[in-house]
């Protein structure tokens, strides 16, 4: 690796990676989009929509640290020239992350009716939303091993087949919810939300499979399961261990929004699923640069190029701010089209107009947080990431948002607790990392 990181090269690994991210809420934003222009339930099944999503993300951003996992210790391997000795890494990893997601199936199809009350649903929407996660769940094995595979990818370095697999996954998706959701006159009736759920596993199938395609042909890598653990197996179950702790302090935040705009109304949950099914879109497209972060900082830290790191750290926060003011600037100037995508319910509209703003102003301060969550995923430090998620988590978004729901603030209290929640997040990890590597440079 040259001594200096271009721009050339952070884009490079950058833009493939921004497209291969955004392909897990493009499923999410296509099923929200086709649903509630439906013609039958739409505005509860967008609600149910909402609050699966949710659900499913939190299932989804647990188990798919495997990703962060695997690519920063490939990646510092790959720097330190000795990757052939984790090369059957990956393999095991895949084989216990599958196991446990079947495990998790067993658990939750049963008691999705449980599990959906304690987000407030009830009556229709509960129904819906059981009816929609006892399809999609099956999904669930099949994207853990694309994210596993995605994770091998970048510890190599290579973000461009990923990125194949998930618009090949996304367009996929985008058909089949159109016929199976509408149906086909004569040929496929119109199942709705059902048909948004069939749609969404059968995309995730096809990306599963051409997953391990890729992975065989285009690389040495195997995915045989061998015995014994490769003695990474420790630092790789520590680094989950680390990031699941993190990821439920995530998704305690996304609970609470998600149960308190529920709280609201059918109006206000629906305006708040269009919002954080945007605000998520925003997350994966600036996570292309989080991706090139989480990527380049292994290798250099494997290859102890401390100086280049540092380099790279403030490359990443200018091009950071510079995207996520591209985005809030796109999401300003199509305000109200956005909105009318979704649905022409005007109530609903409303209430998500009256927030959208908060979203598109947090986009910078989004870039930041998440572009240094990938360096320090990339760096092998979880702990460090769990106990910041754990601080804005329980010492910031709670409190805010109880404060905001007794003020009868509703979704704008939400989203500002969102947003408070975001810097407690960013600013930490942007003073830790500075403090870390800048002695590093000045002794070496």
Do not use: H, P
């Given at each position: 690796m040259s001594a200096a990181i271009t721009l050339k090269q952070i884009n490079k690994l950058a833009i493939p990676a921004l497209i291969s991210g955004v392909s897990e809420p493009i499923l999410s934003l296509t099923d929200a989009a086709i649903i509630g222009n439906m013609d039958y339930n739409a505005t509860e099944s967008l609600a149910a929509v909402g609050i699966v999503t949710t659900f499913l993300s939190m299932l989804i951003w647990v188990l798919g640290q495997t990703r962060s996992a695997i690519s920063s210790i490939v990646s510092q391997y790959l720097g330190a020239d000795k990757l052939?000795?984790?090369?059957?890494l990956p393999a095991q990893a895949i084989f216990l992350i599958t196991s446990l997601s079947i495990l998790i199936i067993l658990v939750t199809f049963p008691f999705a009716a449980q599990i959906f009350k304690l987000y407030n649903a009830s009556g229709p929407i509960l129904d819906l939303?059981?009816?929609?996660?006892?399809?999609?769940v099956f999904g669930f094995p099949f994207t853990l091993f694309t994210i596993a595979v995605f994770g091998t990818f970048r510890g190599l370095q290579n973000t461009y087949y990923p990125m194949l697999i998930a618009i090949t996954g996304a367009v996929a998706n985008i058909i089949l919810d159109i016929v199976f959701v509408y149906g086909i006159e004569g040929v496929i009736p119109a199942m709705h939300i059902k048909g948004a759920a069939y749609a969404s596993v059968l995309a995730q199938i096809i990306m599963a499979v051409l997953s391990a395609f890729y992975i065989l042909k285009k690389t040495d890598i195997p995915l045989l399961v061998k015995f014994p653990f490769n003695p990474e197996i420790k630092r790789f179950v520590l680094m989950i261990l680390n990031l699941f702790i993190r990821t439920i302090a995530l998704n305690i935040a996304l609970y609470f929004g998600t149960s308190y705009a529920t709280k609201y109304g059918t109006t206000y949950i629906a305006a708040y699923t269009i919002a954080i099914n945007l605000w998520f879109l925003g997350a994966f497209?600036?996570?292309?640069y989080a991706s090139a972060g989480n990527i380049l900082s292994g290798k250099l830290f494997g290859a102890k190029q401390y100086k280049t790191l540092l380099d790279l750290s403030n490359k990443l926060i200018k091009?950071?701010?510079?995207?996520?003011l591209v985005i809030a600037l796109a999401g300003a100037l199509l305000y109200y089209p956005i909105g009318n995508i979704f649905t022409d319910d005007k109530a609903v509209l409303d209430e998500f107009y009256s927030i959208f703003w908060i979203i598109l102003a947090m986009q910078p301060l989004c870039a930041l947080a998440f572009i240094f969550d990938g360096v320090f995923k990339g760096l092998g430090k979880m702990r460090y990431l769990r106990n910041v998620l754990l601080f804005s988590t329980l010492l910031v978004f709670v409190p805010v948002i109880f404060i905001t729901d007794e003020l009868n603030y509703k979704l704008f209290g939400v989203f500002?607790?969102?947003?408070l929640w975001i810097i407690a997040r960013g600013l930490p990890l942007i003073i830790k990392f500075r403090k870390t590597f800048k002695p590093l440079v000045q002794n070496a």
């Open positions: 052939s000795e984790v090369k059957n939303s059981v009816d929609y996660y006892q399809i999609r497209l600036i996570d292309g091009y950071g701010i510079i995207v996520g500002t607790a969102f947003t």
